[in-house]
Each structure stands twice: as structure tokens, then as C-alpha cells.
T-cell receptor
Framework: EAGVTQFPSHSVIEKGQTVTLRCDPI?????LYWYRRVMGKEIKFLLH????????ESGMPNNRFLAERTGGTYSTLKVQPAELEDSGVYFC???????????FGPGTRLLVL | RKEVEQDPGPFNVPEGATVAFNCTYS??????FFWYRQDCRKEPKLLMS???SGNEDGRFTAQLNRASQYISLLIRDSKLSDSATYLC?????????????FGTGTQLKVEL
């Protein structure tokens, strides 16, 4: 069974540009999560989808971040416009309903210059 | 104060040593507790869940003390391949549903 996949693995952009990250969860997992680790800090929750609905978006830092999960399958996280402090590793995770173990993707390393 | 606190290490230990990691969490209403392992530049992977009764998986033993809001991980007979960052993770902190709250991680280096 394929695990969580994320694309791209790395992205280097200039401040003010737009970047879109993609996550494909494990097939059949209704729950999809986005997390972020910025340099020197702990991994922090961004938001949680159940199918196509946003269950919890309390961790989204500001309105420059937009997450979507149309059709309840893959998800995208768009950062527009990107700022220097957005640099970090963006992880996606997915889980089923029972058990609810969250399985993480390999992450997208974003560098904003 | 961080919601989940860990000693960042690094812990440098010889092969075969026993090493213990500790973690505290801030909210007594937290629901579930885990240890994740993260190798350098890789994603976190679940090592084990942590239960109040304590649980063991081979060389790894995890303990939870709800009264003290304290979680521990013991690794016996450490191997070179145990070198990684160990993340203490809490779910349901402050009624946060499925959201995972991570500690900063404790780095372990097992040496010959």
C-alpha cells in the first residue's frame, strides 16, 4: 500500500511569489492534516480535513495560506504571497477512522529567499 | 511555557547502553500520547503509543503518569540504528480533537 506522498520535495522561491504544495493521502483515509516545522522549532499543526471539509484550521498562521481538498482526495496548500518566515518543512499526514494513527508524508522543504 | 516539553539533548551513548527520555505536557485533559521517531531529513514515524499501564515493544518501554503529566521512553540495549530524534506527541491537548502537539524532540546518538 502506498504511503502519503507530497509534491514537490523541495521548493525555492522568492519572497512575494506563490507556491502550491500537494499532498496525496493514503487511499481511503478520510482525515488529512497539514503540519509545519520552521527552523529550530517544533512541528506545529496547521489544519485538519475530514473528507473535503475543514474540521479544524486553528493552526493556519494567516490568510496568506489557503488549503483545499476538493473531492476529498488529495489536498493542496497554497502560500500567496510567500514571506521569508514561511520557510520550513511542510508535512502532510493522513489517518483512517480506526485506528487513528497519523501517517506522515516525506514533507516539502520550502525556502523563501 | 511550551505545551509539550522535552530535553533536546543530544544524548550520546555507547552501543548497548540504556537511555531514558522524559517529556511533560501542560494540559491534564489530553487524551492520547505517543512517541514518534524522526530520522534526519525524514518524516516522523510512530514508534509507539503510550498507555497509563505502561507498554513495551521489544527494547522500548513507554510509561505515562497522568497525575504528573509526565511521559517517558526507555530504550534498552541501544543500537547504532536507534540514532534519531525522538518526538513526544500529545493528541487532544486543550480539546484539540485529532490535532497532534509535538515536543521539540530529543536527539539520540548511539556510538560504537
Amino acid at each position: 500500500e502506498a504511503g502519503v506522498t507530497q509534491f514537490p520535495s523541495h521548493s525555492v522561491i522568492e519572497k512575494g511569489q506563490t507556491v502550491t504544495l500537494r499532498c496525496d493521502p493514503i487511499s481511503g483515509h478520510d482525515n488529512l492534516y497539514w503540519y509545519r516545522r520552521v527552523m529550530g522549532k517544533e512541528i506545529k499543526f496547521l489544519l485538519h480535513f475530514v473528507k473535503e471539509s475543514k474540521q479544524d484550521e486553528s493552526g493556519m498562521p494567516n490568510n496568506r495560506f489557503l488549503a483545499e481538498r476538493t473531492g476529498g482526495t488529495y489536498s493542496t496548500l497554497k502560500v500567496q504571497p510567500a514571506e521569508l518566515e514561511d520557510s520550513g518543512v511542510y508535512f502532510c499526514a493522513s489517518s483512517g477512522t480506526s485506528p487513528e494513527t497519523q501517517y506522515f508524508g516525506p514533507g516539502t522543504r520550502l525556502l523563501v529567499l | 511555557r511550551k505545551e509539550v516539553e522535552q530535553d533536546p539533548g543530544p544524548f550520546n551513548v555507547p552501543e548497548g547502553a540504556t537511555v531514558a527520555f522524559n517529556c511533560t505536557y501542560s494540559n491534564s485533559a489530553s487524551q492520547s500520547f505517543f512517541w514518534y521517531r524522526q530520522d534526519c531529513r525524514k518524516e516522523p514515524k510512530l514508534l509507539m503509543s503510550v498507555y497509563s499501564s505502561g507498554n513495551e515493544d521489544g527494547r522500548f518501554t513507554a510509561q505515562l503518569n497522568r497525575a504528573s503529566q509526565y511521559i517517558s521512553l526507555l530504550i534498552r540495549d541501544s543500537k547504532l540504528s536507534d540514532s534519531a530524534t525522538y518526538l513526544c506527541v500529545v493528541k487532544g491537548l486543550r480539546g484539540g480533537g485529532n490535532k497532534l502537539t509535538f515536543g521539540t524532540g530529543t536527539q539520540l546518538k548511539v556510538e560504537l
